[in-house]
């Protein structure tokens, strides 16, 4: 060490185990985002995240103390800082390997999740569980003050966790992206090592440095360095794709939330709806409302997404209200820049739909629709009675509830679930699909819902493309688990991972 006085060493000590469990829960938080392009974010990619991390952090602990009593003195947590850097810097390479391994496997979503942090992030969170027990080891060598010190570092140890989750999760992914987070992470490793390597022989140091370099040209050389993002959130991964080939004529872009498609949106035909689902929903509305005043409609939506639906009935009622309560402020921004929507047509409200739409004590909607499911990760507040019967509260008489689902055929739970949640409230409750698939597969489901009957099993549309749709009540009734032996959702039990677990344990929930 540089300096060698007893106060400064203890000092240093204390900084390191702050900084280096700050950075553990960093690489953590940025874990989620690294991998959601791939994989989405759902409680198992979560649960893959916080166990092998936990699991790294626990063995680095155990090593760190056999190190300690085998004589480990400060140059060996300054070679445990720089190869946590070098690891940590190399999972942006690895990532650049494994990705197109895994996804052509036929690995289920819940195995790939594990896979990606375990190639990731095990070695990383490995060698940052050793500087806190041979520091605290190192630090009661100068210090006999047993419990002052061992508290001590624990709880620098748990302060720099918070520090690293909050700063992480609040700033620094939505202001730098992970990429950049993940080579700054790495950064500050290699400084806080540099003070332990002091008196290391020059080859030591001039390996470590050699390492590191040939760590930035390998990531360099797989573009691992370079984002999949066109703009990263603290919620997601966004990008703008070209989707010409999907429509009839002209250009069509498509925005991509992590890993699923959200929307298509074409750049003249603010009328077109390219996704069968979307173009359901809104001729459920057509339909629902046939003997009224389309244009008068007033419409709430849980979930702006690519603006699609609330697009087209602007180009089509413009004297229509359309409300939009969308979580992420730069879904709308990008949507704004990048996929021909003027946001100034509609009232835009950024926040959780849930609690937007409770504080909305005036308002009578004709329409609600929840479009907020993000793949198969299911908010899991938006499915529940509780939301349903304040969604109903906010109807007119005449009111029309519509959502759309991810879910599996033939026999899907979640769908039939929240099918029976629904009944609760609304008189009438319908499924719907654009095709009947011979064989098992991952599908979007449309849900509708109100206090009228649509008596046809049978919809066909009345505008844009020509297409046709299918009522499923009674197959659904007939078919695998019974709606009797399936919950209604409240917001004390909502097992929706128990729901769509066939998607999560089978290839077909990618």
């Known amino acids: 060490m540089i300096c060698i006085s007893t106060k400064t060493r203890l000092t240093w000590y204390s900084i390191t185990v702050f900084l280096s469990s700050a950075i553990l829960l960093v690489l953590e938080i940025t874990a989620g985002r690294l991998i959601a392009p791939y994989v989405g974010v759902t409680i198992y990619s979560w649960t893959s995240i916080i166990g092998v991390i936990l699991a790294g952090l626990s063995l680095g602990n155990w090593l760190g103390g056999r190190w300690a009593d085998r004589g480990a003195d400060e140059r060996s947590t300054g070679i445990a800082l720089a190869l946590a850097a070098l690891t940590s810097l190399l999972s942006l390479f690895t990532l650049t390997l494994i990705a197109p391994l895994l996804q052509a496997s036929q690995l289920d979503l819940i195995s790939s999740s594990f896979a990606y942090v375990l ?41 720099g966790s918070i520090l690293g989750t909050f700063v992480t999760g609040f700033l620094l992914i939505q202001y730098f992206g992970s990429r950049t987070v993940v080579v700054i992470a790495s950064l500050i490793l290699f400084l806080l090592a540099i003070p332990f390597l002091y008196r290391s022989s020059r080859g030591v140091l001039a390996s470590l440095v050699i390492f590191g370099l040939i760590s930035v040209l390998l990531v360099q050389t797989k573009q691992g360095f370079d984002s999949p993002c066109d703009a990263e959130s603290n919620y997601f991964c966004l990008r703008v794709v070209d989707a010409s080939d999907e429509a009839p004529y002209g250009q069509a872009r498509a925005l991509v939330l992590d890993h699923l498609l959200h929307g298509i949106n074409h750049e003249t035909a603010g009328d077109m709806l390219i996704s069968p689902y979307v173009h359901l929903m809104q001729a459920l509305v057509e339909q629902h409302f046939a003997a009224t005043d389309l244009h008068r409609l007033n419409y709430y939506f849980a979930g702006g997404g690519s603006y699609t639906q609330p697009r087209a009935i602007k180009q089509q009622y413009p004297e229509a209200s359309v409300t939009i309560a969308e979580l992420d402020p730069l879904v709308t921004k990008t949507v704004a820049q990048s996929m021909y929507v003027d946001t100034d047509d509609f009232d835009i409200r950024h926040g959780d ?140 039990y909502v097992p929706v991972e128990r729901m769509i677990s066939s998607l999560l344990l089978t290839t077909e929930g990618l």
């Open 119 to 159: 190639c990731l992030f095990f070695l990383p969170s490995l060698l940052l569980g050793i500087p806190t027990p041979l520091l605290t080891t190192l630090a009661l060598r100068i210090d006999d003050r047993t419990g002052h010190i061992v508290g001590r570092m624990h709880a620098l140890a748990a302060l």
């Open 353 to 492: 739909a849930r609690a937007l739409l409770w504080h909305e004590e005036d308002a009578s909607f004709d329409v609600i629709v929840t479009d907020a499911f993000h793949d198969i990760a299911i908010p899991y507040h938006l499915v529940t009675l509780e939301y349903i019967q304040l969604a109903r509260s906010k109807l007119k008489p005449g009111g029309l509830y519509t959502t759309n689902v991810v879910d599996a055929f033939p026999d899907p739970k979640m769908v039939k679930s929240i099918l029976n949640t629904l009944r609760q409230v609304f008189a009438h409750v319908d499924v719907w699909v654009d095709q009947i698939p011979q064989q098992p597969m991952r599908m979007t489901y449309v849900i509708s819902a109100s206090q009228a009957k649509i008596h046809d099993d049978l919809l066909r549309s009345t505008s844009g493309f020509q297409r046709q749709w299918f009522r499923i009540n009674q197959p659904l009734a007939k078919t695998g688990t019974a709606l009797n032996d399936l919950p209604v959702f409240s917001d004390d």
